[in-house]
T-cell receptor, first 116, second 109 residues
Framework: DVKVTQSSRYLVKRTGEKVFLECVQD?????MFWYRQDPGLGLRLIYF???????EKGDIPEGYSVSREKKERFSLILESASTNQTSMYLC???????????????FGDGTRLSIL | LAKTTQPISMDSYEGQEVNITCSHN???????ITWYQQFPSQGPRFIIQ???TKVTNEVASLFIPADRKSSTLSLPRVSLSDTAVYYC??????????FGKGTRLHILP
């Protein structure tokens, strides 16, 4: 079974802090993703990565950055945390596959981040 | 934008078969139909994926008519633990994965 592990289930930080969310997958997947999920808004893609040291902006990258130094690890960084970044953060990974078929994403259980 | 329309919520009873229908009138030739399940405080989990006709796995079945403009996720003999939000997605490998609001399924004892 694919395992996507997020470093914290719950995290409380203060406004202005630099926050690191870590994600590790154990299936050698090429692709990794960071989402945030808010009530009424569904999941929104923040950043994704198709390879080591590669990153692409998603729909809402402002206020965030990412790092992928190793294939199995994808980090989300809140440069200067603000209260509107209080949310559930979800990491996912997927293989690239072949053809046009999309490969299912495997999600971690999320980090509920509160910014005070 | 999500390409699908599905009911906001459904109720059913333990032991019943539950069918959740998803409409996707603008499905493209390369699109696959994919369903995810999400429990509270957890990430979505892949359930099943199909392109046409019928797909079955140990968890569910997916029925896709010939025109592919809709699909039905079938959960046999549901239990209380099947209470969750179910998302229908229609996309190919070039699409960004976009989750809509899903269908909130509530199983009653």
């Amino acid at each position: 079974d694919v395992k996507v592990t997020q470093s914290s289930r719950y995290l409380v930080k203060r406004t202005g802090e630099k926050v690191f969310l870590e994600c590790v997958q154990d299936m050698d997947h090429e692709n990794m993703f960071w989402y945030r999920q808010d009530p009424g808004l569904g999941l929104r893609l923040i950043y994704f990565s198709y390879d080591v040291k590669m990153k692409e902006k998603g729909d809402i990258p402002e206020g965030y950055s990412v790092s992928r130094e190793k294939k199995e690890r994808f980090s989300l960084i809140l440069e200067s945390a603000s209260t509107n970044q209080t949310s559930m953060y979800l990491c996912a990974s997927s293989p690239t596959g072949t053809g046009t078929q999309i490969q299912p994403q495997h999600f971690g259980d999320g980090t509920r981040l509160s910014i005070l | 934008l999500a390409k699908t329309t599905q009911p906001i919520s459904m109720d059913s009873y333990e032991g019943q078969e539950v069918n959740i229908t998803c409409s996707h009138n603008n499905i493209a030739t390369n699109d696959y139909i994919t369903w995810y399940q999400q429990f509270p405080s957890q990430g979505p989990r892949f359930i099943i994926q199909g392109y046409k006709t019928k797909v079955t796995n140990e968890v569910a079945s997916l029925f896709i008519p010939a025109d592919r403009k809709s699909s039905t996720l079938s959960l046999p003999r549901v239990s209380l633990s099947d209470t969750a939000v179910y998302y229908c997605l229609v996309l190919n490998r070039d699409d960004k994965i976009i989750f809509g609001k899903g269908t909130r399924l509530h199983i009653l004892p």
